[in-house]
Antibody, heavy 119, light 107 residues
Framework: QVQLQESGPGLVKPSETLSLTCSVS?????????WSWIRQSPGKGLEWIGY???????NYNPSLKSRVTMSVDTSKNQFSLRLISLTAADTAVYHC????????????WGRGTLVTVSS | DIQMTQSPSSVSASVGDRVTITCQAS??????LAWYQQKPGKAPKVLIY???SLQSGVPSRFRGSGSGTDFILTISSLQPEDFATYYC?????????FGPGTKVEIK
């Protein structure tokens, strides 16, 4: 079955850039799904960051739009998140997820990776 | 952004109990609502989408209802594996937003 696995650094310094990758196994990223990032923190709960389609089209949460870039690598069956200018408020568990459209919902999630922003 | 609220924030229940969780949207979202279950250290798992559609493989004791601004998740007979935190999520408009969660604990 399809599985999602996040990877990336667990500790990032304030003002630096976070880069995370989600590897998709058991299925093709070049399918009719929307590949998403969602973060979870005790303070803010679950927060949708945005999605990318395999064609490269994106949709970001306006609250993070100025700092977020998502990309997709169909040859590696991976998609990635880049978040700049980190602060302590960005400390969270970052999940990648697969979204179905019409109706929209997240039908598959990765377990998440904890990212701590600290000097 | 559409704000989602849930009540109660936590509930203590026994195996076999009927549990009801409420989710309210700050504006009408038609039937564009999903429910998720999350256990500690695990990924969230979708239970219900489009307010009342049961995700494949999810037991029929889970039932979703509602439309507009008010929604309910009902667990008809609580099982040991159902102790978890439950979240609602609106899918009517971007940015998608989630409720704060309801923790179902063992009584």
């Amino acid at each position: 079955q399809v599985q999602l696995q996040e990877s990336g650094p667990g500790l990032v310094k304030p003002s630096e850039t976070l880069s995370l990758t989600c590897s998709v196994s058991g299925g093709s990223i070049s399918s009719s799904y929307y590949w998403s990032w969602i973060r979870q923190s005790p303070g803010k709960g679950l927060e949708w960051i945005g999605y990318i389609y395999y064609s490269g089209s994106t949709n970001y949460n306006p609250s993070l739009k100025s700092r977020v870039t998502m990309s997709v690598d169909t040859s590696k069956n991976q998609f990635s998140l880049r978040l700049i200018s980190l602060t302590a408020a960005d400390t969270a568990v970052y999940h990648c997820a697969r979204a179905q459209r019409d109706p929209w919902y997240f039908d598959l999630w990765g377990r998440g990776t904890l990212v701590t922003v600290s000097s | 952004d559409i704000q989602m609220t849930q009540s109660p924030s936590s509930v203590s229940a026994s195996v076999g109990d009927r549990v009801t969780i409420t989710c309210q949207a700050s504006q009408g979202i038609s039937s564009w609502l999903a429910w998720y279950q999350q256990k500690p250290g695990k990924a969230p798992k979708v239970l219900i989408y489009a307010a009342s559609s049961l995700q494949s493989g999810v037991p029929s004791r889970f039932r979703g209802s509602g439309s507009g601004t008010d929604f309910i998740l009902t667990i008809s007979s609580l099982q040991p594996e159902d102790f978890a935190t439950y979240y609602c999520q609106q899918a009517n408009s971007f940015p998608f937003t989630f409720g704060p969660g309801t923790k179902v604990e063992i009584k």
